[in-house]
């Protein structure tokens, strides 16, 4: 996997806020930590499980944000995953590491953000 290109893909997918393209890069099983579950849906482990619950809160969240456009600044990679620096929601920076499974597609993820 070229992690260059993943980022690109990845940023365009939500940029467009294709739904159905955004969830190509996940498993079935994903897991999602971000703060931002805990800020929107007030699920105060921050987690959510499955590729439908995911589904659902990105769902709502493209409805609420329909001007979201993501800015990426840098790539890194690691052993089967990626972290992704970019300029997010509310013009916070970003830092999503994801971890990759053996199909290629993301499994876990960790979003981090500025304050």
Same mark, same amino acid.
């Given at each position: 996997? =070229?992690? +260059?290109?993943?980022? #690109? *893909?990845? !940023?365009?997918?939500? #940029?467009?806020?294709?739904?159905? *393209? $955004? ?5 079935? =099983? !994903?897991? !999602? *930590?971000?703060? %931002? $579950?805990?800020?929107?849906?007030? !699920? /105060? ?5 499955? +590729? ?11 409805e609420k944000i329909? /001007? @979201? ?14 972290? @992704?620096?970019? &300029?997010?929601?509310?013009? &916070? +920076?970003?830092i999503e590491v ?6 290629? &597609?993301?499994? +876990? %993820?960790?979003?981090?953000? *500025?304050?």
């Open positions: 996997m =070229d992690a +260059k290109e993943f980022a #690109n *893909t990845w !940023i365009e997918s939500w #940029n467009a806020h294709d739904l159905d *393209t $955004i969830l190509t890069h996940y498993s079935d =099983d !994903i897991e !999602i *930590t971000t703060p %931002m $579950i805990k800020l929107a849906a007030g !699920i /105060d482990s921050g987690s959510l499980r499955g +590729k439908e619950n995911v589904r659902e809160y990105w769902k709502k969240a493209l329909p /001007d @979201l456009h993501f800015e990426l600044y840098e790539v890194t990679s690691g052993v089967n995953s990626v972290a @992704l620096f970019y &300029k997010s929601v509310m013009n &916070k +920076k970003a994801m971890f990759f499974n053996e199909q290629g &597609k993301v499994s +876990k %993820m960790n979003a981090f953000y *500025t304050e």
